[in-house]
């Protein structure tokens, strides 16, 4: 990864990889970490074809743009409920809400990910299955 910083400003062109707790691989973006961020993040993550990320849900607000294929997000009791997002469309995610993105298709899927949080993979709670609500604190 590069990061270029400047008095006021940083550019960063993203190359490296992690996997993320939710057991994704995402592209590391802008954080508290390398940037010095106070209230934001922004990663690349990348979902390849027939692949999900483990259920889970996060402290923050997340934004989601989708930049390649479709994602199905599942929500709700039990995680019976789905929202599908293409190329082109966003997702806004609640703090607490419990999800689990999915590709279902034959192509990689590949989305921008933005939280009001710069340690976001700090606050990111697992769903065991036993929860009774989608959302609020756990």
């Known amino acids: ?15 490296t990889k992690f ?20 209230g934001l993040c922004m990663n690349i993550v990348v979902i390849p074809p027939g692949k999900s ?5 996060h402290e923050s607000e997340t934004a989601i743009y989708v930049m390649q294929g479709t994602i199905v997000t599942r929500f709700g009791e039990g995680l019976q409920e ?13 703090p607490y809400t419990w999800h689990q993105p999915v590709n279902r298709s034959d192509r990689e899927a590949v989305a921008i990910i933005a939280r009001n949080d710069p340690n976001e993979q700090e606050h990111v709670i697992p769903y065991t299955g036993r929860e009774k609500s989608t959302v609020g604190q756990p």
């Open 82 to 94: 789905e929202a599908e997002t293409c190329e082109g469309s966003f997702l806004y995610i609640g």
């Open 1 to 15: 990864m590069v990061v270029e910083q400047h008095k006021g400003y940083a550019i960063v062109r993203p190359s």
């Open 19 to 38: 996997i993320s707790k939710q057991g994704l691989t995402n592209f590391l973006g802008l954080s508290g970490e390398n940037v010095g961020a106070k």
């Open 53 to 57: 990320a483990e259920p889970h849900c």
